[in-house]
């Protein structure tokens, strides 16, 4: 059975930074597409960043040059390192992984087969 355990998240203020994790279990954190996708209240879930089986990631422009997606297959976990947030970036933040590799790595959330619970990230200005 895989479980994805999403952690890290909080309060801080504008400009502060935060880094989440995201343990695997039942699942290889390298094998597949991995992405943190978040909710904001009112709002539509939407892609922040993924990172393919290759290493290869993409970003959401609203994020690019702030977060770092990364992972440490031998920990089996996924990280998104938040730096400069910004008030816009409160939101639940959720972990997805893929089973296929029938395409390639992006934000597309149906093929997304394992989800996470969700950790709260919260900016004040």
């Known amino acids: 059975q895989v479980q994805l355990v999403e952690s890290g998240g909080g309060s801080v203020q504008s400009g502060g930074s935060l880094r989440l994790s995201c343990a695997a279990s039942?699942?290889?954190?390298?094998?597949?597409?991995m992405g943190w996708f978040r909710q904001a209240p009112g709002e539509e879930r939407e892609g922040v960043a993924f990172i393919a089986k290759d290493g290869s990631t993409g970003y959401v422009d609203s994020v690019k040059g702030r977060f770092t997606i990364s992972r440490d297959n031998a920990k089996n976990t996924l990280y998104l390192q938040m730096n400069s947030l910004k008030p816009e970036d409160t939101a639940m933040y959720y972990c997805a992984a893929r089973r296929s590799t029938d395409s390639s790595c992006g934000f597309t959330q149906f093929r997304f087969n394992y989800w996470g619970q969700g950790t709260q990230v919260t900016v004040s200005s």
């Open positions: 039942g699942y290889t954190a390298g094998s597949n597409c």
